[in-house]
C-alpha cells in the first residue's frame, strides 16, 4: 500500500508498506477513504515530540470502509463504512470506565500520561496513522462509529478530531450565560470553540490570531469579533480594554506548542526543543482572563517543561482545565447540532490534496500558505 | 465595542441580551443547559462496547519498550519501528532508566530522534532512493501556492521561518565540511 512516513524533521514522503495485519482480535484493518492533516501533526513534523520515529505514518484524522476485522470483533464487518476517533481505547479501564476515554490506560506501554493516538510517535503508543491506504485500528468494538447515511464525508473526517476538540474546548471553559469568551487561535479547532461558545451562552466571543484570513473566517463562520494581536502592543491589555478591565470571563487556548507572539520562547519550543511547546497563548490566557475565571486548553504540547506563567494563575484564583478530547463521547450531540443546521464542518476545509502530493501538502499547511486553514488527505486521488 | 471608562464596581461589563443574541447566532443557546454538554460532568460511566473486563494480550513479537511507571505491557500496543541501531540503543536507556517525572527520560527521547534521523539519512544513502530534500520537504509548494504573497501582511511567523532551512540543511552542511576536513586531515597524515 502507498502510505505518508517521517523521514525526519521537516522531511516526509510517500513509500510502499506492507497492508497492516490484525495484531489482535479486536483489531480491524479500514481501508482509507479520507484523512485530515491536523495542527498537531506539525509538532511531529517539526521534530518537537519526543519518540517520533523515521518510518512512521502521520495521521490521526481518518474515515474509511473496512477492510477486516479481528476474531472477537462483533459491532463491524466488512464494507462497513466508518469514522474513527483519534484516541485509541480499550473501553473497560478504570478511566474508560468512567468516559475518560482519551487517557486510556491500556493502549500506550511507553507512556502513563497518554493515552493512545493513531499515527502520533511512540510517546502515544507506537501506532501508525491514517496518511495512507490501510490502517490498523485496535478496539473496533469501541472507536470506530458507522458513518450515518445523512452525512456528508468531509464533515465526518472533521468530526475524528478538530470538531471534536473545538466543542470539547468549549466545554471545558464551563461557560454561562452572558459569559465573554477569548479564543485563542483560528485554526480549526480554535474556529469550532468560538463557533460552539455562542451554543452554551456566550454573549461575546473574541478570536485572537495573527493570520488575516484565519481572522476573516473567524468572523465568517463563527460570528466573532477577532483581535490581530500582531497589530498590537499588547493583546492582554486590548483584551482588557474591551472588557471593562476585567479580563474575558473564560479563556481557551486552541494554538499550543508552536505559538507565535514571543520569538524567545516560540525558538527556544519549536526550533531548539527546549521546552515541550511555545507556552505564548496559555500566558496570554492566563493574563488575559479574569480573575476566579476559566482557562479552558485544548492545544497541544509536549511533554517536556514549559515556562509557564503559573503564579498568576495562583494569585488570579483561576481554573484550568484541560485534556485531549474523548472524541466519541462528543459524537451524539455534535450529530444533533450538525443535523439541526447548526455547524457546518465541512466549510473549514482550503485543500484537498491527494497523498502523493502530501509533502508538499504538509508544507503549505505548516507556512500557512495559500489560505490553508484545514487541508484534507486523499488516498488513490491523482 | 467601543471602550468605555472602567468603573471598578461590582457591575458586570456590558454585553447584547439573550434575545438579541438567539436572533443573530445560529444555535446561540442550545447548550445552555451543562447537562446537554456531552462532557458534563468529566466522569461518567457509560456503555463502551467493550465486551471485556481485561482485554486479551496481544502477542509481543519482539521486546517491547514500556515505561517503568506501567505496572505490565499494556494488553494493546502499536508495533512501528521497532527499536534498533544507535538510536534504540538511547531510546531503550530512557525507558529503562528514567521514569516520564524526569527531564532525562525526554531528553534522552529527543536526542534519540536526532540520530534516528542521521542513521535514517545515512542508510538512504545506500539504498535505492536516498532521501531528497526537495521533493521530502515539499518546498516546491512554495513556487506552486503563493509563497511570496501568502507571507504579505502583519503575520509574525516570518520573522522566525528563515530559520527552517537552516534547522534542516545545517546538520548536513556541518556533517559534510567536518567529513571533508577529516579526509583532508587523512590526507595531510598520510604525505
Known amino acids: 500500500m502507498r502510505a505518508m512516513v517521517y523521514r525526519g524533521p521537516y522531511k516526509i514522503r510517500v513509500e510502499e508498506k506492507d497492508i497492516p495485519a490484525i495484531e489482535h482480535p479486536n483489531d480491524a484493518i479500514v481501508r482509507v477513504e479520507l484523512a485530515a492533516i491536523c495542527g498537531s501533526d506539525l509538532h511531529l513534523y517539526h521534530g518537537m515530540m519526543p519518540d517520533t520515529r523515521v518510518g512512521t505514518t502521520f495521521g490521526h484524522e481518518f474515515i474509511g470502509v473496512v477492510h477486516e476485522v479481528g476474531s472477537s470483533v462483533e459491532s463491524l464487518k466488512p464494507g462497513d463504512r466508518v469514522m474513527v476517533p483519534f484516541n485509541i481505547s480499550c473501553g473497560s479501564c478504570y478511566f474508560c470506565s468512567r468516559g475518560l476515554l482519551s487517557n486510556c490506560h491500556n493502549v500506550n506501554p511507553n507512556a502513563t500520561a497518554v493515552g493512545g493516538i493513531y499515527g502520533y510517535s511512540h510517546t502515544t503508543g507506537g501506532y501508525d496513522g491514517g496518511q495512507a491506504e490501510y490502517v490498523r485500528v485496535p478496539f473496533a468494538d469501541v472507536g470506530p462509529t458507522v458513518i450515518p447515511d445523512w452525512m456528508d464525508d468531509e464533515d465526518a473526517v472533521l468530526l475524528t478530531d478538530a470538531v471534536a476538540t473545538g466543542y470539547f474546548g468549549a466545554q471545558l471553559g464551563e461557560i454561562r450565560e452572558g459569559d465573554t469568551v477569548a479564543v485563542f487561535g483560528a485554526g480549526p479547532i480554535g474556529l469550532v470553540a468560538a463557533k460552539t461558545a455562542w451554543f452554551m451562552g456566550a454573549a461575546r466571543v473574541i478570536v485572537i490570531d495573527h493570520l488575516e484570513y484565519r481572522l476573516e473566517k473567524a468572523r465568517s463562520f463563527a460570528h466573532a469579533e477577532t483581535v490581530n494581536f500582531a497589530e498590537l502592543d499588547d493583546v492582554v491589555v486590548h483584551l482588557k480594554r474591551t472588557t471593562d478591565g476585567l479580563g474575558a470571563d473564560v479563556a481557551i487556548d486552541a494554538v499550543g506548542a508552536e505559538a507565535d507572539g514571543s520569538f524567545l520562547q516560540h525558538v527556544t519550543s519549536a526550533k531548539l526543543k527546549l521546552q515541550g511547546g511555545s507556552p505564548v497563548a496559555l500566558n496570554w490566557a492566563i493574563d488575559g482572563v479574569r480573575k476566579g475565571g476559566t482557562v479552558s486548553v485544548v492545544g497541544a504540547y509536549g511533554p517536556i517543561f514549559n515556562a509557564v506563567k503559573f503564579g498568576d494563575a495562583l494569585n488570579k484564583g483561576l481554573t484550568l482545565r484541560m485534556n485531549q478530547a474523548p472524541v466519541k463521547r462528543q459524537w451524539p450531540r455534535l450529530f444533533e447540532h450538525i443535523r439541526n443546521g447548526h455547524l457546518k464542518p465541512s466549510e473549514l476545509v482550503t485543500h484537498r490534496i491527494p497523498l502523493e502530493h502530501i509533502a508538499e501538502g504538509y508544507h503549505i499547511f505548516s507556512a500557512k500558505l495559500d489560505g490553508c486553514i484545514k487541508p484534507l488527505v486523499v488516498p488513490g486521488a491523482n | ?191
Open chain 2, 1 to 191: 465595542m467601543s471602550e468605555r471608562i472602567p468603573v471598578y464596581t461590582s457591575a458586570a461589563p456590558p454585553v447584547p441580551s439573550a434575545e438579541e443574541l438567539r436572533a443573530r447566532i445560529p444555535g446561540w443557546g442550545v447548550d445552555l443547559d451543562p447537562a446537554d454538554r456531552p462532557s458534563y460532568p468529566k466522569e461518567r460511566a457509560e456503555p463502551t462496547g467493550a465486551h471485556w473486563d481485561l482485554p486479551e494480550q496481544q502477542e509481543e513479537t519482539f521486546p517491547r519498550e514500556r515505561s517503568v511507571e506501567h505496572m505490565r505491557l499494556t494488553p494493546v500496543f502499536g508495533t512501528v519501528a521497532p527499536l534498533h541501531g544507535l538510536s534504540g540503543a538511547i531510546r531503550r536507556l530512557a525507558y529503562e532508566r528514567y521514569s516520564e517525572a524526569r527531564a532525562a527520560h525526554w531528553l534522552l527521547l529527543i536526542a534519540g530522534d536526532r540520530v534516528d534521523a542521521a542513521e535514517s539519512h545515512l542508510r538512504s544513502l545506500a539504498s535505492g532512493r536516498p532521501d531528497n530534500p526537495v521533493t521530502e520537504t515539499g518546498v516546491r509548494a512554495e513556487l506552486s501556492h503563493d509563497g511570496v504573497g501568502s507571507r504579505r501582511g502583519s503575520r509574525v511567523d516570518v520573522n522566525h521561518q528563515w530559520m527552517d532551512p537552516v534547522l534542516v540543511a545545517g546538520p548536513w552542511v556541518l556533517a559534510g565540511a567536518a567529513a571533508v576536513a577529516g579526509v583532508r586531515a587523512l590526507l595531510r597524515r598520510g604525505r
